[in-house]
Every structure is written in structure tokens, then in C-alpha cells.
């Protein structure tokens, strides 16, 4: 039988894009606990958890916590030409969500969610380790001067390589970053053992995401592995940029990382300032995290 007790993180996909937050407490086959999420368009809901397990696998019902969603909304409307108010539910917009999860490598659960409002997707979080657990991976952090970002994108989409590096040469010229992308594999280099290098010394990846990526051989067999290997042993910080419209939300080693954009508002869909406003933002958010 599994044991999910402790404290998770993670993000859900689908109709909504959240990070998450979970507390399970877990007696036999029983599981309680809460449920934090924060979406970035909708803010932020608490939800009780019961549940239980069989197998490897997590089945459980988020019920709309009443303490937090405890002030209720009042709206006017116009009736037969006389004004009523009518008390709304605040609560009643989230719905009950039930939850289908199976456990990986003791730290990982994912699955389906759907709620009774009619939004589902998927699931990913993984069990955050008590900090006495995790000094048998100190040889793996990555240090915290670390100014490296590891850039990973497809050729086929190299012009907005360019617009991001426009926006952070300025960040490069302070000495504040250091950023690497495969043009600067010269000829003659080991380029694997380059990019092995670059990845050993990144604090943060940028993922440049389109269908183009997500179909190169080259970055899903030699890039992508070590990128996410690196996430779950060293912490490096992962920023996926939907480019395109393609299966990111559907991929599951992918979509567990919150994107900068919603997926169904690519930057190529975008006006030119808009997509100056993007590469600005994750200009920002580099800085803020190597500044840390």
C-alpha cells in the first residue's frame, strides 16, 4: 500500500493552468487533508481532501473549503422591472473535484482531475522531502551564484531566440547572467559534452516551446532528459515559453512545470508588443530568481 502522507507541489493542466499545494495526512487507507491552488487567472481556492488508497493508486474529493470561501457575494439584477439582490455562493463557482493519481518512484503522483462545474486535465506533483532528507543529494545542487540559463529551443524557431537574447543582453553586459544556447558550440566541440557542461551549471532553463521542439529528435533524446533530470535532483528552475500551439499541456514531463504563458495564447499568436511584453516578463523573472 502507498503512502502519500506529507506535503506535495505541483501544477495542474487542462482547462486550468495552477500551481498547487497539498497536505495529506494518511491513516490504513485513509487520506485527509487540504489542498491549496493558485491559478493565475481565477486566484486562489482551499479545498478539503478525502480520500483513501488501493494499489498505487490516490482517489479523493476536493470539497470547497467553507472558512476560506466565507463571505458571501451579492449580485443585482432587474426583475420584471423591480431590483433584487440575490446572495451568490462563493463557493458554488469551484465545484467538488475528484481526483484519480497513481504514485511514481514513491515521490511523484499523476493523474486525471475533473470538477463538477465541468473543467478537467491533469495532475502532477511531487512529495516535497524533509530538509534532513535531502543531504544525500548536496553533491547534485546547484550553487546559489550560479548566473548560467540554459536556453533549449528548436532552429526553426531561432528569430525569437534573437528577440530573447535582445532582452537580456542587458542583464549579460551587468555580469547579472550568463546565458547559453547551442549557438555557442563552435566547431570542432564535443557538443555533448558541452551542453552537459552548460546544463551541470544552470540555475535556470528556458524552454522555447512549439511543435518544432516538441518534434526534434535532437532535443527530446539529448536536451530535454538531462534538463528534467536536473529539475527533480538540483531544484533548477524550468520556464517553459509556448511558442506555438502544440501538445505541451498534453505532455506529461512537461506540463507539470508552469509555463509563462497560458498554452492557448501562444507568443506567435501575438501582436509584436505583445511579444515584447513576454520576453520583458521572463527577462524579469530571470533576474528576480538569480538575484534570489
Not at 458554488?92 to 482531475?113: I, P, R, Y
Not at 512529495?127 to 526553426?156: A, G
Request: charged fraction near 25%.
Amino acid at each position: 500500500m502507498i503512502d502519500v502522507s506529507g506535503e506535495w507541489s505541483g501544477h495542474i493542466a487542462g482547462t486550468n493552468n495552477a500551481n498547487v499545494f497539498v497536505e495529506f495526512k494518511q491513516n490504513g487507507v485513509q487520506v485527509t487533508g487540504s489542498a491549496r491552488i493558485n491559478d493565475p487567472v481565477h486566484g486562489t481556492a482551499v479545498y478539503i481532501v478525502s480520500g483513501s488508497v488501493a494499489g498505487e493508486t490516490l482517489q479523493a474529493e476536493l470539497h470547497p473549503d467553507m472558512n476560506f470561501f466565507d463571505k458571501p457575494k451579492y449580485q443585482t439584477l432587474d426583475v420584471n422591472g423591480q431590483t433584487v439582490t440575490v446572495k451568490l455562493d462563493p463557493a458554488s463557482g469551484h465545484g467538488v473535484v475528484t481526483v484519480n493519481a497513481k504514485l511514481h518512484d514513491a515521490s511523484n503522483l499523476d493523474g486525471a482531475w475533473k470538477s463538477t462545474i465541468g473543467t478537467g486535465g491533469r495532475v502532477f506533483l511531487r512529495r516535497i522531502q524533509p530538509i534532513e532528507n535531502q543531504s544525500n543529494k548536496s553533491e547534485h545542487l546547484t550553487t546559489n551564484n550560479s548566473k548560467k540559463v540554459f536556453i533549449s529551443y528548436s532552429h526553426k524557431d531561432s528569430a525569437h531566440l534573437e528577440r530573447l537574447r535582445v532582452h537580456l543582453k542587458p542583464l549579460e553586459k551587468l555580469g547579472i547572467v550568463d546565458v547559453w544556447d547551442d549557438t555557442k558550440i563552435k566547431v570542432g566541440d564535443h557538443w555533448e559534452k558541452e551542453i552537459e557542461t552548460a546544463l551541470h551549471q544552470a540555475a535556470i532553463a528556458v524552454l522555447i516551446v512549439s511543435a518544432d521542439f516538441l518534434a526534434s529528435d535532437f532535443i527530446v533524446d539529448n536536451e530535454l532528459p538531462p534538463i528534467l533530470e536536473k529539475a527533480q535532483l538540483d531544484g533548477t528552475k524550468i520556464v517553459p515559453v509556448i511558442l506555438k500551439p502544440c501538445r505541451f499541456s498534453r505532455d506529461a514531463n512537461l506540463s507539470r512545470f508552469q509555463a509563462l504563458n497560458q498554452p492557448d495564447k501562444p507568443v506567435h499568436g501575438m501582436n509584436e508588443s505583445e511579444q515584447e511584453v513576454i520576453w520583458d516578463r521572463l527577462s524579469q523573472i530571470i533576474e528576480a530568481e538569480i538575484n534570489a
